[in-house]
């Protein structure tokens, strides 16, 4: 079956850096865009980056554009988000996510097909 497992997060003081890693098995997704989102406690869970299936391309929320960056390795089938300069309001579970069909952007959950379980980054001030 189609899984995907985060890892990568952890606490950290506001400033720091983490890199959130998504492993895939199941499939290779080399044809699927694929991205992150989080939710943090009380709140709806939001578009993190994403990226195209070729790696060519990448989209962020404006709230992480210039401290985040999100990469992909088709032969390794893992995805990875970079996270800089944090901050405690980035204090949330991180879920990889894999589009539900290929070539389909993912900047909307309607698009996400397949959800990892989660990984936490806890940003301390």
């Known amino acids: 079956q189609v899984q995907l497992v985060e890892s990568g997060g952890g606490l950290v003081q506001a400033g720091g850096s983490l890199r959130l890693s998504c492993a895939a098995s199941?499939?290779?997704?080399?044809?699927?865009?694929m991205g992150w989102f989080r939710q943090a406690p009380g709140k709806e869970r939001e578009f993190v980056a994403a990226?195209?299936?070729?790696?060519?391309?990448?989209y962020y929320a404006d709230s992480v554009k210039g401290r985040f960056t999100i990469s992909r390795d088709n032969a390794k089938v893992t995805v990875d988000l970079q996270t800089n300069s944090l901050k405690p309001e980035d204090t949330a579970v991180y879920y990889c996510?894999?589009?539900?069909?290929?070539?389909?952007?993912?900047?909307?959950?309607?698009?996400?097909?397949?959800w990892g379980k989660g990984t936490l980054v806890n940003v301390s001030s």
């Open positions: 996510a894999g589009a539900n069909f290929p070539a389909n952007r993912i900047e909307t959950a309607d698009r996400v097909g397949y």
């Open positions: 199941g499939r290779t997704f080399s044809y699927y865009h």
């Open positions: 990226i195209s299936w070729s790696g060519d391309n990448t």
